[in-house]
């Protein structure tokens, strides 16, 4: 029987849960261009994801109605296309929000790690 610390996969798993929110959480200041955000996910370690596994994200995001995008011209190079969140993503924000500090207190209740 393997040690649980030897599990492959446990922050994949946690990101795979929360990503989508977390790219909904940097649109709701700013619409933003695709590159942009994978460097923003990045400079957090535990976020860090690659272009390969955003696009397809942000694909899902507008076929949810959670995004809009449009093309802009860019100085450096080819037009970008940016997304910004809609109403319907923001109230999905909203209830993840709400329902990630319920979850995440009773995981640190459970685990020993709320603080007291």
Do not use: N
Not at 11 to 32: H, I, M, N, P, S
Not at 60 to 65: D, E, I, M, V
Not at 79 to 97: E, M, N, Q, S, V
């Amino acid at each position: 029987m393997g040690r649980m610390d030897d599990r492959p996969g446990l922050a994949t798993a946690l990101r795979r849960g929360t990503l989508e929110f977390c790219v909904l959480a940097l649109l709701a200041d700013e619409e933003r261009y695709g590159v942009e955000l994978v460097r923003q996910l990045g400079a957090e370690t535990a976020l860090a994801t690659s272009e390969g596994t955003l696009y397809p994200l942000l694909s899902r995001l507008r076929r949810a109605g959670f995004v809009a995008t449009t093309w802009q011209e860019s100085a450096a190079g080819p037009p970008r296309r940016y997304y910004a969140i809609t109403p319907d993503g923001r109230a999905a924000l909203k209830h993840f929000k709400d329902e990630w500090v319920t979850f995440r207190r009773a995981v640190d209740r459970i685990v020993g790690t709320e603080s007291r």
